[in-house]
């Protein structure tokens, strides 16, 4: 599953990366949205509970205006599974200068989280839960400001359960989830660094690694690179 609705203007036990069942990693292509993406192994009956990253808020200036991109951390934003929690940031550029707004995603449903003001280079801590006890129906995400310790935590009461079987670090465009095709311009984000990006969940095993890069008509637009503890997306 991947979908991410029009945005309007008036938006309203712990894992690391190089976990020792890691197997290969695979790079693939497309046209929306790039980044990194950690599947369960097919035969594994565990689940992913737990995702955590650190961003700072890109210096977008310059760029042009009504441009936009928007960085996800979540749960279930990739694969077959028919639900989704994902907290995610909002960066675009207005007439008064760089704009950022924290988002949920849920199911279908989006929104804004209100709460937390964030300028740019701000390191913005997200944490997405879906704690296993509520039969991976309840989602639990929180949002931190590092540098002025502002922080907003909202639930959810998801529609379908969780998956857990897909953790996610990407950037992506905005899109119309009815034709698949973006709305607005890629915003050139220049490089965007999810630190400290961690997983937790119960029996995780075996997890294989997909780096996504942003091509369009053949031309590679990003360059996405993992280590043991983070991902950094880079705008070509």
């Known amino acids: 599953m991947r979908f991410i609705p029009v945005l309007i203007s008036s938006f309203f036990a712990s894992a690391v990366l190089a976990a020792p069942g890691r197997e290969r990693r695979d790079t693939l292509p497309d046209s929306f949205w790039a980044g990194n993406i ?5 035969k594994s009956n565990g689940t992913i ?6 961003i700072h808020a890109p210096d977008i ?44 995603q849920h199911d279908i449903a989006m929104g ?9 280079g701000d390191p913005i801590e997200f944490t997405v839960n879906a704690p296993i006890g509520a039969n991976m129906k309840l989602g639990i995400v929180t949002v931190k400001n590092l540098n002025n310790n502002q922080s907003a935590t909202q639930k959810f009461n998801l529609t379908e359960r969780l998956c857990g079987k897909t953790a996610e670090w990407v950037v992506e465009n905005l899109t119309d989830d009815s034709t698949s095709l973006a709305v607005n311009s890629m ?47 880079m705008w070509l």
Do not use: K
């Open 49 to 54: 509970q737990y995702v955590t990253s650190t």
């Open 38 to 42: 950690l599947t369960l192994d097919s």
């Open 61 to 104: 200036t310059g760029q042009t205006v009504g441009s936009y991109a928007v960085a996800f951390v979540g749960i279930d934003g990739a694969g077959s599974c028919s639900s989704a929690l994902r907290l995610g940031l909002v960066f675009n550029l207005t007439t008064e200068g760089p704009s950022y707004t924290v988002i949920y």
């Open 112 to 120: 804004p989280i209100d709460g937390v003001h964030i300028a740019t």
């Open 187 to 233: 915003l050139n984000f220049g490089t965007l660094t999810f630190a400290n990006a961690e997983i937790g969940g119960n029996d995780l095993g075996q997890l294989d690694s997909n780096i996504v890069n942003i091509i369009e008509n053949g031309l590679v637009l990003t360059s996405v690179s993992a280590d043991s503890d983070s991902v950094s997306v």
